[in-house]
């Protein structure tokens, strides 16, 4: 199995940016498979947030983050990030990275249903 672990949430003002980091360890060859962040806001469903595939030459993004977010990942140390610049308050959630459950796709990135490891989250809060 893979364990996965979020850092880098906290406060920021509107227009701050931030950087989250997800560290993943366990049996799973992390540079097989697709990596990918989620959110959830209080009272809402979790939603796609964006996606690298598991080479990196694939990237998906919400419309909602498009241009701002910016996804890596660095295979050689088994993490994700997610740059987040231009934060807006309707980025409060709480962000989740995951790991595909099929390795070497390119496809059904957005998907949540894909994903079969979860970190335990990291909370980001944008004031306004």
């Known amino acids: 199995q893979v364990q996965l672990v979020e850092s880098g949430g906290g406060l920021v003002q509107a227009g701050g940016s931030l950087r989250l980091s997800c560290a993943a360890s366990g049996r799973r060859t992390f540079g097989s498979y697709g990596m990918g962040w989620f959110r959830q806001a209080p009272g809402k469903e979790r939603e796609f947030v964006a996606a690298i595939s598991w080479n990196g030459d694939i990237t998906h993004y919400a419309d909602s983050v498009e241009g701002r977010f910016t996804i890596s990942r660095d295979n050689a140390k088994n993490s994700v990030h997610l740059q987040m610049n231009g934060l807006k308050p309707e980025d409060t959630a709480v962000y989740y990275c995951?790991?595909?459950?099929?390795?070497?796709?390119?496809?059904?990135?957005?998907?949540?249903?894909?994903?079969?490891?979860w970190g335990q989250g990291t909370q980001v809060t944008v004031s306004s």
């Open positions: 995951a790991v595909q459950r099929i390795p070497y796709r390119h496809y059904y990135l957005r998907d949540q249903n894909e994903y079969d490891a």
